[in-house]
């Protein structure tokens, strides 16, 4: 019997050895799934607000580089006044009329200086950079660039504009989880 107590107080000690020897262990990092990878999602974690827009009607002179009709003049102050107060920090455009022309009533109203102006064919670089900046920002482009844009930002497809489209107003947004929204709005003067 005496034997049989003392094997019993052996594995009992040997356990609670073990016992406080796994206790003192460090607790392994805590694995939290946050979904696909995605380079879209795991960009800066700052706030993230682009307002994307195709440039306003245009006229219809002949030339490459046409001025805003005067309804495109309307949309542009118009748009101007929709996003007076959301803190633009950066309006990128591209160079052509037609699309400063959109912008600067907006840049006026933010009372900021210049525009940035980026290539249509390099949508992917400015997708990046503004994903990796953060902040507040316009982006105005063409028809064939804003849905192609708004797509590169939330990493799935958006919907394409026409030819006849001018009143969509893309709103992309960085959410607290880091998940990338878009929302589409009509706007105008119309």
Partial sequence: MAYRKSKILILVSAFLLVAGCVGNLPTPP???????????????????????????????????????????????????AILDGASISHIYTTDYKRTRETALPTLQRAGL??????????????????????????????????????????????????EEDYDRLYIVTREPDQSLTLSIVRFGPF
Wanted: aromatic letters at 4%; a negative charge.
């Fill in 113 to 162: 200086e210049n525009f940035t102006f980026y290539e249509g064919n390099d949508l992917a670089a400015l997708a990046d950079k503004i994903l990796n900046d953060g902040g507040t920002k316009l982006v105005v482009g063409h028809s064939n660039t804003t849905g192609e844009l708004a797509t590169l930002l939330i990493g799935r497809d958006a919907p394409l504009l026409t």
């Fill in 30 to 80: 805590q694995r939290i799934d946050l979904g696909a990878p995605s380079s879209k999602t795991a960009q800066a974690q700052s706030a993230l607000k682009v307002y994307l827009v195709r440039h306003a009607e245009k006229e219809v002179d002949g030339t490459s580089d046409p001025a805003l009709t005067q309804g495109g003049l309307e949309r542009a102050v118009a748009l101007a």
